[in-house]
């Protein structure tokens, strides 16, 4: 199983340097505190990972953080590609799950936790969007859960397939029974685990066309899957660039106090500023190339990235300026865009090297 690879950083100037990167500090176990914040989630690539798996240093164990009294996050350190995060929500006599994992065995992990935990086997997963990393795992826990989605998570999730297959072909994933959402809702759905209320809420075209926020408005935690990344780039090729400011919009007024991303630890809602000055930044290199006739790799190979230079996956930019690029083009939000030179790109601006898959 791909444990690690080489990620990039902006200071990185040739393929050499990103193959000697590493992705975060040695082993730890299941409590071990996570590793400097990463994130996303890819859907299809044209390339794929072919490190050595003895070049790739073994990322920490997932592990538990209790956020209120019957809700748990589950963290999966570095949250790389196909790292993300998870949840579950319980009253002692039902559990729902936010969320499931890239792999058989990650997903059987999570699983497990919840049973530690002490939590009844779950009756309902709840996916926060379609991507593999969020979905794949979906088959661990049902038929006993049902799963529950935007009516756009359950068409995207059965027209992508195996995605992740597609893209990163070397890695175990296990035993992968795509299982798309049962129950599906199109502006917001309640439900109820005992008398914690778990609102479902469609955000509008934000990361992908059929995003949820999962909102506990009693614990005021929100579940925010890709619309939010704690420590790594915004992911927004599948998705929509004004659709994800107007998706912070709608959070801010959740008044949340602790925000479960979709990747990286948690944290408040103050991440959500960085966010936004990511994605107009995003939006202000776009207006400027294509006014010059320049292309989205060509700006994104000479943009000075100042604050964000620390983020993870800055090889998203690019992909990133393909989406600004179409929707300033008139191009509807969500609607696809050429994977094969959104990652392409993406490959270029990672020193040549395809990303890797970190599950």
């Known amino acids: ?49 072919a490190s050595p798996a003895a070049e790739r240093p073994v990322i920490p164990e997932p592990y538990l953080t209790e956020l209120a009294a019957g809700v748990h996050a589950f963290i999966q350190p570095d949250g790389g590609w196909c790292l993300n995060n998870a949840g579950f929500v319980t009253d002692g006599d039902a559990t729902l799950v936010v ?21 009844p ?3 309902m997963v709840v996916n926060t969007h379609h991507h593999g990393d969020h979905t794949y795992g979906n088959g661990v826990f049902a038929p006993e859960a049902t799963v529950i989605g935007h009516a756009s998570c359950r068409r995207e999730l059965l027209a992508a397939g195996q995605q992740l297959h597609a893209v990163w072909p070397q890695v ?3 035993d992968i029974r795509l299982t798309a959402p049962e ?7 309640a439900l109820h685990v005992g008398d914690i209320e778990v609102r479902l809420i469609h955000p509008g075209v934000a990361h992908t066309t059929g995003d949820t926020l999962v909102w506990l408005p009693r614990q005021r935690i929100v579940f925010a899957g890709d619309l939010v990344f704690h420590g790594g780039t915004p992911f927004i090729f599948m998705g929509s660039l004004a659709g994800s400011l107007r998706a912070l919009e709608l959070l801010r007024t959740l008044d949340a106090v602790t925000v479960v991303p979709g990747h ?9 500023d960085d966010i936004e000055r990511y994605l107009r930044f995003v939006g202000r290199l776009a207006q400027e190339g294509q006014a010059a006739g320049r292309t989205p790799l060509e700006v994104a ?4 990235l100042g604050p964000f230079a620390e983020l993870a996956e800055s090889e998203r930019l690019v992909a990133n300026l393909h989406r600004a690029y179409a929707e300033l083009a008139g191009v509807a939000p969500g609607a696809p ?23």
């Open 1 to 49: 199983m791909c444990e690690s690879a080489a990620r990039n950083t902006p200071a990185q100037a040739s393929a050499a340097q990103t193959a000697a990167r590493t992705s975060g500090p040695g082993a730890g176990g299941p409590d071990a505190a996570p590793p400097p914040p990463r994130a996303a989630t890819p859907t299809e690539a044209p390339a794929a990972d």
């Open 264 to 272: 990286g630890p948690v944290t408040g809602p103050e991440v959500y």
């Open 121 to 123: 086997a779950p009756r």
């Open 183 to 189: 129950i599906t809702y199109t502006d917001e759905l």
């Open 172 to 174: 175990d994933y296990g």
């Open 99 to 119: 969320d499931t994992a890239a792999t058989e065995r990650r997903a059987r992990l999570l699983r497990r936790r919840i049973a530690e935990s002490g939590a």
């Open 301 to 304: 190979r000479e943009a000075d």
């Open 337 to 359: 865009l050429d994977l094969v030179a959104g990652f392409g790109d993406m490959t270029v601006m990672n020193g040549g090297v395809p990303m890797a898959c970190h599950a």
